[in-house]
Every structure is written in C-alpha cells, then in structure tokens.
C-alpha cells in the first residue's frame, strides 16, 4: 500500500507504520531501533524492488526442469546516504545480496539550508573496500562540516 505525494513514495502499509511508530519514539531503547530498523529496511526494499523486470530462466528443481522468473538487466546498486543511510544497507544486501555498494556524503548548509554534496565514491562490494570507502567520505564530510563552521 503507498501513495504518492509530490514525486514522493509514502508507504501506509499498517506494518510499516507500526514499526515507523517505534522507530519515532524517543524511550525505544537502542537495541530495539537497530532491530526496528533493520525490519522497516527489509519491508521498504520490498517494495522498492516491485516492479523490477524479470525474465524467464530455466532450472533444474529436484522433481524436474522448470521455468523460473529472475530479476532481469543489469546489477543493482545501493548508494545510502552517510552516515545515517549506513543503518539500511545491511537489510537491503541480505534481500539484494549482488548488489553493489556506493555511498553519498551529504550536509546541510546551515546558510541556505539546503543539502551539499560532501563525496561519493563506489566500493568494490567488499567488507574492506566498503569500509574503506566510508571512512574516506566520512573523513571528507567532517573536513567539509568543520570548514563551514563559523
């Protein structure tokens, strides 16, 4: 269930608003947000992926060969925004685990209020490079955060 509101996708689905409830509440205690997180990501991938095209393959199933429906195209790619976006990326891997990963540093100006681009940069999908490639745009968001402080 979702509607769209100014190019925005809500999701109203009851479940999702349920743990978004808790998510909000500020005496969740933090074992429980990570958990609640955790599941509001996998329900949210859910339903970003629906209308991913798929083709038809065939395997070999235990009884016999059979048709079977793939996501078809290209490589998905995930790019959370740093840091909080970080919160999400280990839900969406476990549905879209050959997904590769990239990450976006953003923060506000506090002048115009408006979003700036700090860095991006794509790993190569492993632990390492992921971790590599936060810490270098985390570093550069905080260069970026402290040079526009009075």
């Not at 940069?121 to 040079?147: D, P």
């Amino acid at each position: 269930m979702t509607e769209t509101v100014n190019g925005v996708t809500v999701v109203t689905h009851p479940l999702v608003q349920h743990k978004l409830s808790y998510l909000r509440d500020k005496n969740t205690p933090t074992v429980h947000f990570r958990k609640l997180a955790n599941e509001l990501t996998l329900l949210l991938t859910y339903e970003a992926t629906k209308d991913f095209p798929t083709e038809p393959d065939e395997v070999e199933t235990p009884l016999e060969r059979t048709t079977v429906q793939r996501i078809a195209g290209k490589k998905v790619a995930v790019c959370p925004v740093l840091r909080a976006g970080l919160g999400m990326l280990d839900g969406v891997l476990s549905l879209v685990s050959s997904a590769r990963v990239g990450f976006i540093g953003l923060y506000r100006d506090e002048e115009t209020l408006r979003p700036s681009t700090t860095s991006s940069c794509r790993s190569s999908g492993t632990a390492s490079a992921t971790r590599s490639c936060s810490t270098r745009c985390s570093r550069r968001g905080a260069r970026a955060r402290r040079r526009s402080m009075p």
